[in-house]
């Protein structure tokens, strides 16, 4: 009874910090559930191209991601310590990696915009992607530095106005798309390229109402720079990139094999290919709310770890995986009983339709796994441990998942299912491992 009592204590206020966090993660993904919908009403091409223009900008997103984790880790170690002066100095050198890594994933996007027809695609989606990809890359400059702010926000336990503001950017990007793609109020239908556009906009708009509200909020202006451009201090940007780096890689093993399993199902057909983008929107919407509470757990433990806590990190732990458990089972269950109606809302062409629904009953499956190995990741990053997960997720995703999809795809005939099979294995191997790690670190002083 006594350990139900600290379960319980515990998972309150995780749930409590993680709301705002899963709101703040679903508005991100309200904002390309949008953009399908929008642009899939243009046609499959369209869908198709966006999908794979995404797909490849994914890459470096996930690098951002990645570095920009590390803002939330060691303000929340400074907050856990006290330590006003460290947080300011995590927020600044964060937006300065954010920005960094922005600018190089623009100038790749140059460079590589030209050469998308390489990658196999069908000559329709290559030609239609180019411009719009080369957009996004643009768009990428704002998106690192407002989730360097985010990142220091719900480290400080203010999570809430950064999910207003947020939303707020969601409503602009859906004004501008009705504006941009569909020509509306006297401008031009400019199509996926206006789709392109509302989102660099609006991301635009989001991080100046970020930087306008941390700076103002006097809750935490404390906390945040004084003196925003001054040169950085480089000690203090290889303490940020030892944590962000192998984060960014465990996030980039897992996103890359999405991209490539992308690249490879696009050489299938149209239709499978924007299948594809339809179902994997739909389990990545229902992914944030397991994201958050690993946010949430990175809050946690690091703030346990820095104030010396180490009693209280497996109960925080296990209440988080409990949760997202419960959360996954009923999740699943929509995929399952909904599948047809979820996809009819996405598309009309009935060979994609078809193959949409065979593949949310495969996401119904794999949500377990990818529950549970992204709150196990978000726990091992609040205590430091970042390296060895970020092997394990290459090994299971690159030797075993890719592999094994090509495999079903192709030796079995199983087509686009096949890819998503073998991703689910590597998913189910990388919780295992992960939650196995996160038992010995937390196995110091158990409370349970």
Avoid at 346 to 355: E, G, Q, R, S
Avoid at 424 to 433: C, E, I, N, R, S
């Amino acid at each position: 009874m006594h350990s139900f009592t600290i379960l319980r204590r515990e998972a309150r206020t995780t749930f409590v910090l993680a709301v705002p966090l899963i709101a703040g993660q679903l508005s991100h993904m309200l904002m390309a559930v949008v953009d399908t919908l929008m642009i899939g009403r243009l046609g499959v091409v369209q869908l198709a191209a966006a999908t794979f223009a995404n797909n490849v900008i994914h890459l470096p997103f996930m690098v951002v991601i990645g570095l920009t984790i590390a803002v939330s880790v060691r303000v929340s170690q400074a907050r856990g310590a006290d330590d006003p002066p460290a947080a300011r100095a995590a927020l600044r050198h964060g937006m300065f990696l954010g920005l960094a890594a922005g600018v190089l994933t623009l100038f790749g996007a140059v460079v590589l915009a030209p050469f998308l027809g390489w990658f196999g695609q069908e000559a329709e989606v290559a030609g239609a992607a180019g411009i719009y990809f080369q957009i996004i890359g643009v768009s990428m400059i704002p998106a690192g530095c407002s989730m360097a702010i985010k990142n220091h926000a719900d480290a400080m336990n203010r999570p809430w106005p950064a999910f207003a503001i947020l939303l707020g950017g969601v409503g602009v990007n859906v004004v501008l798309n009705w504006i941009l793609i569909y020509g509306k109020i006297g401008f031009p239908a400019l199509g996926l390229e206006g789709a392109g556009i509302a989102t660099l906009l609006a991301r635009i708009a989001t991080v100046f109402g970020l930087l306008y509200w941390c700076t103002h909020d006097r809750g935490i202006r404390e906390w945040v720079p004084y003196h925003w451009f001054r040169k950085p201090d480089w000690i203090a940007v290889r303490s940020l990139i030892r944590i962000g780096f192998p984060a960014s890689m465990q996030l980039l093993a897992e996103s890359s094999a999405f991209v490539v399993a992308t690249i490879l199902i696009g050489t299938i057909s149209k239709e499978a290919l924007a299948s594809h983008q339809v179902a994997i929107s739909c389990a990545a919407t229902i992914f944030m709310v397991p994201l958050g509470l690993s946010m949430a757990l990175t809050v946690r433990t690091g703030e346990a770890w820095g104030a010396g806590a180490s009693d209280r990190l497996r109960p925080i732990v296990v209440s988080a995986g409990l949760m997202a458990i419960g959360f996954t089972i009923v999740s699943a269950q929509c995929f399952v009983f909904f599948n047809e109606a979820i996809a009819g809302w996405f598309l009309t062409d009935p060979v994609a339709l078809k193959l949409t629904t065979t593949l949310l009953l495969v996401a119904a499956a794999f949500q377990f796994s990818d529950a549970l190995q992204i709150v196990f990741a978000g726990a091992l990053r609040g205590l430091d441990d970042v390296r060895v997960p970020a092997w394990l997720a290459f090994f299971a995703y690159w030797i075993i998942s890719l592999p094994l999809g090509w495999w079903m795809s192709y030796g079995l005939e199983w087509g686009v299912a096949g890819m998503w099979w073998g991703i689910t294995v590597g998913l189910t191997l990388t919780a295992v491992a992960l939650g196995a790690r996160v038992w010995v670190k937390t196995s110091g002083r158990p409370a349970l």
